[in-house]
């Protein structure tokens, strides 16, 4: 068959960049510029509206709605696939039978059981995960089978770690409300010298993608915290060699292996006192960091995830 026609409603910006680095023809709900500073537009994505405007950064679930259709869409006839994530997406489409619709589900909790009931006994949908932890209770819970396709990276764009900058990086918006550690955090932090950047604190100057790969680089070490096992920017940070130290969240150890590529903490003290043996020792920090890398590069690699997502689209489609 002819390449598939994806309709791609906005997600997160780093999950949409790193899928439409696929390939495959996707047609942007929206204009990529209202994200411009989390990722660059790749050459295969299509805006649907032809120009950013600044009220497109405050359209819903309604406005999307309208959008559907609109005349300049051309939904669904010009498309083969929907690609949605959030919750709110799955209930966009729900009435919509007329086009097939792939949920790359993230947090279990944002259906509740009757959803989930629903969305997994229609044949115009299908659901995708890249986190372990969700296919896991997908399988205890359902009994199903999950695709999992972990993320991938080009190990050429994330490279060159060097530490200069001796600092503690961490990346995650909204910390303070969505962090399972904010305050271990700032316990664990301070007088350490740090760099968080959150691209939805409108008192931090805004981070453009160049810049993230530049902290990357020059950071000494990368202080993970999330709402699941691993985040895009954890991902991101081993592809760019760098050490790793985590606090304890289900699953991490698939990530952070203490003790080879980084360390594990439960206390403050004791995620401020990995930090400290990382940020003094340089001969430690280079040998976890080229642990970090190559365990990207054998795990995550975007040659990997570009064809094992061809493949589930495919298969999905006939």
């Given at each position: 068959m002819d390449e598939p026609q994806i309709l791609m409603i906005p997600t997160h910006p780093g999950v949409q960049y790193h899928f439409c680095r696929v390939g495959l023809p996707v047609h942007f709900l929206g204009h990529w510029d209202q994200f411009h500073y989390w990722r660059p537009q790749p050459s295969n994505v299509h805006n649907v509206l032809p120009v950013f405007e600044d009220d497109q950064l405050d359209l819903g679930p309604d406005d999307y709605a309208k959008l559907l259709d609109d005349p300049r869409v051309g939904f669904p006839e010009r498309y083969d696939l929907a690609w949605l994530m959030f919750?709110?997406?799955?209930?966009?489409l729900r009435e919509r039978r007329d086009i097939k619709?792939?949920?790359?589900v993230s947090k279990v909790a944002e259906l509740d059981r009757e959803e989930w009931d629903e969305l997994l006994?229609?044949?115009d949908f299908t659901v995708v995960s890249f986190y372990p932890n969700t296919v896991e209770w997908m399988k205890e819970r359902y009994g199903i089978d999950l695709p999992y396709i972990p993320l991938g990276l080009d190990p050429a764009t994330y490279d060159g770690w060097t530490g200069e900058a001796g600092d503690v990086l961490s990346i995650i918006h909204s910390y303070r409300e969505r962090g399972w550690h904010y305050h271990l955090y700032r316990e664990a932090m301070e007088g350490l010298p740090t760099l968080h950047v959150d691209h939805l604190d409108p008192d931090q100057p805004v981070f453009e993608y160049a810049d993230i790969q530049r902290a990357l680089r020059r950071s000494r070490v990368y202080l993970h915290d999330g709402e699941q096992e691993y985040t895009i920017t954890l991902i991101e940070a081993m592809m760019t060699g760098m050490p790793l130290v985590s606090f304890r969240i289900?699953?991490?150890?698939?990530y952070v292996v203490h003790g080879e590529n980084g360390f594990v903490g439960d206390t403050a003290a004791e995620i401020r006192e990995h930090c400290q043996l990382l940020l003094s020792d340089d001969a430690l920090a280079a040998r976890m960091g080229a642990a970090s890398r190559a365990m990207a590069i054998r795990d995550f690699h975007e040659e990997r995830w570009r064809a094992q997502w061809i493949e589930a689209i495919g298969a999905y489609l006939g």
């Open positions: 919750n709110w997406q799955f209930k966009l619709k792939l949920y790359r006994s229609r044949d289900p699953g991490i150890e698939r």
